[in-house]
């Protein structure tokens, strides 16, 4: 299967352009959608839902028409929106055969088979009487991805999963999200590089609407190769001294120790070290620049 969106364009009537003619075709396996708050990841994930209208641009899943053929896309869809709502006095069990009434799963034995097994590959079996409203963040998005995955869904999307998420919880929450069938397209949209980097083949990095870069994480590394270096600054003056002279690409705290990063295609100087380059490198570089990106 392949989704295939075409100059989706959308501005919001406080005249927002959340979409700028932005293009983009995502094949099977796990696309990572990646980018800041306010690139309109959302807008792009709720438009490929059926949930809201674009201003122009169409998509298309296969040879069905995403924007016209709405009743069929949500009968291919499973969607863990990024503001995930449950009622907190119902059961996950309880809440997932709802849900599966709904999507139309009738017959209750079936349906029982689906729902325990969905239960057990999101590890909730044994909380799956408790109520929804006791359930902590991690088992939440869990839950989500068990309702996302009802009715054997051909495309899944999963807005910002990970947020909010600690350690533990967003571990548990990635392996489950690496484990969905390779025969579906998986769009995980995210502003948390680490969460691409497990588990995505492909990613865009989006900002402003628009897709800034396009590629295989590894292709889009190796266009940094030696080019990163590192120093450790001491003072305010001198953090200020290297943002001057060069193209820093971020800067962080490190045991107490302020670390600066910075793109250089020719060796910066003795102070700075060439450091292995990583895909937060891109990132940071890349929502940085105006298009074209850093890779083109
Ligand atoms: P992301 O999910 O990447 O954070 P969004 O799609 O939520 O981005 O938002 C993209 C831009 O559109 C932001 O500037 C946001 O404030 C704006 N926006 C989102 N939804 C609305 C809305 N319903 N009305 C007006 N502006 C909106
Ligand atoms: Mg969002």
């Given at each position: 299967?392949a989704?295939?969106i ?6 919001y009537?406080?005249?927002?352009k959340?979409?700028?003619n ?6 099977n ?11 309109g990841?959302s807008?792009l994930?709720?438009?490929i ?9 169409e998509i ?6 995403v924007?016209?053929?709405?009743d069929?896309?949500?009968a291919l869809l499973?969607?863990l929106p ?7 006095r119902?059961s996950?069990?309880?809440m997932l ?8 799963i009738?017959n ?8 325990d097994a ?8 044994d ?8 359930y ?5 998005q869990r839950f989500?991805i068990?309702?996302a995955l ?9 807005d910002?999963?990970t947020a909010?998420l600690d ?5 548990r929450?990635l392996?489950l999200?690496?484990?969905?069938g390779?025969n ?14 497990e ?19 590894a292709?889009t590394?190796?266009?940094l190769?030696?080019r990163i270096?590192?120093?450790?600054v001491?003072?305010?003056a ?7 002279g ?7 705290l490190?045991?107490g ?6 793109y ?16 937060e490198?891109?990132?940071?570089l ?11």
């Amino acid at each position: 299967m392949a989704l295939r969106i075409s100059n989706l364009s959308k501005t919001y009537s406080n005249g927002v352009k959340a979409l700028q003619n932005l293009s983009l075709t995502i094949g099977n396996n796990m696309f990572g959608l990646l980018g800041p708050n306010g690139a309109g990841k959302s807008t792009l994930m709720r438009t490929i839902a059926t949930l809201q209208e674009p201003d122009t641009g169409e998509i298309f899943l296969d040879d069905l028409n995403v924007l016209k053929e709405k009743d069929k896309v949500r009968a291919l869809l499973g969607y863990l929106p990024q503001e995930f709502g449950v009622y907190p006095r119902m059961s996950a069990s309880d809440m997932l055969h709802h849900l599966g009434v709904m999507k139309g799963i009738t017959n209750a034995g079936e349906r029982k088979e689906i729902v325990d097994a969905l239960l057990q590959q999101t590890n909730l079996w044994d909380s799956r009487k408790k109520n929804l409203g006791t359930y902590s963040g991690g088992m939440k998005q869990r839950f989500g991805i068990a309702q996302a995955l009802l009715a054997n869904p051909k495309l899944i999307i999963v807005d910002e999963p990970t947020a909010g998420l600690d350690p533990a919880e967003r571990n548990r929450f990635l392996n489950l999200l690496g484990s969905i069938g390779q025969n579906t397209v998986v769009i995980l949209s995210t502003h948390i590089v680490g969460d691409v980097r497990e588990l995505c083949p492909r990613m865009a990095v989006i900002a402003g609407g628009q897709v800034l870069l396009e590629g295989a994480p590894a292709e889009t590394l190796e266009t940094l190769h030696g080019r990163i270096f590192s120093k450790i600054v001491a003072s305010q003056a001198e953090m200020t001294a290297v943002g001057e002279g060069h193209t820093v690409v971020s800067t962080q705290l490190t045991g107490g120790r302020h670390e600066v990063r910075i793109y250089s295609e020719t060796d910066p100087g003795a102070e700075f070290v060439p450091v292995e380059q990583n895909l937060e490198d891109v990132y940071f570089l890349t929502i940085k620049q105006p298009k074209p990106s850093v890779a083109a």
